[in-house]
T-cell receptor, first 114, second 110 residues
Framework: DTGVSQDPRHKITKRGQNVTFRCDPI?????LYWYRQTLGQGPEFLTY????????KSRLLSDRFSAERPKGSFSTLEIQRTEQGDSAMYLC????????????FGPGTRLTVL | TQLLEQSPQFLSIQEGENLTVYCNSS?????LQWYRQEPGEGPVLLVT?????EVKKLKRLTFQFGDARKDSSLHITAAQTGDTGLYLC??????????FGTGTRLKVLA
């Protein structure tokens, strides 16, 4: 296992389309986080899963955003009816319960909404 | 709302120079982390500090957590071109949520 992986790495879509991103955490990491990062800014917290349970969601996560983590393994983040303001890097991170300070990040998915 | 402010925002120095980056907040954090991020990649964890006044060293990098756990600093001695990147601090807010600073973009020139 080489780390957290995300797919796709880049996504270009037209405004109004739906997009879905996938994150595969490090094996046996039961904590999974999604962040959004815009140019020149630090990552902003979106949501957190412990196993399959979504325990916290940011107010940034509007009704157009939904995240799932079926079976507590990989996770998906879907954005419906994309807007130009959704253009950003979407980062996924995972950690072990007892080492929750140590988040390991994936390479991110860069979304461009035209 | 908890915020982490980093300074300076940008820093360009010559190889061999020393530098310090600051991370400040009006809120107390139970722990604070420093990351380095390169273009097109996710952040990579450098260190976690948890005790007020704690100092940790990682080769040429020295990290300090303020006594009141509201601020932190990162000092780099004899910077190298490989230190170039975006340095981010992040504090744990509540049980699960992490707040990231705006970052300091460092460029080390040969």
């Amino acid at each position: 296992d080489t780390g957290v992986s995300q797919d796709p790495r880049h996504k270009i879509t037209k405004r109004g389309q739906n997009v879905t991103f996938r994150c595969d955490p490090i094996s046996e990491h039961n904590r999974l986080y999604w962040y959004r990062q815009t140019l020149g800014q630090g990552p902003e917290f979106l949501t957190y899963f412990q196993n399959e349970a979504q325990l916290e969601k940011s107010r940034l996560l509007s009704d157009r955003f939904s995240a799932e983590r079926p079976k507590g393994s990989f996770s998906t983040l879907e954005i419906q009816r994309t807007e130009q303001g959704d253009s950003a890097m979407y980062l996924c991170a995972s950690s072990l319960f007892r080492h929750h300070n140590e988040q390991f990040f994936g390479p991110g998915t860069r979304l461009t909404v035209l | 709302t908890q915020l982490l402010e980093q300074s300076p925002q940008f820093l360009s120095i010559q190889e061999g120079e020393n530098l310090t980056v600051y991370c400040n907040s009006s809120s107390v954090f139970s722990s604070l982390q420093w990351y380095r991020q390169e273009p097109g990649e996710g952040p990579v964890l450098l260190v976690t500090v948890v005790t007020g006044g704690e100092v940790k060293k990682l080769k040429r990098l020295t990290f300090q957590f303020g006594d009141a756990r509201k601020d932190s600093s990162l000092h780099i001695t004899a910077a190298q071109t490989g230190d170039t990147g975006l340095y981010l601090c992040a504090g744990r807010s509540g049980t699960y949520k992490y707040i990231f600073g705006t970052g300091t973009r460092l460029k080390v020139l040969a």
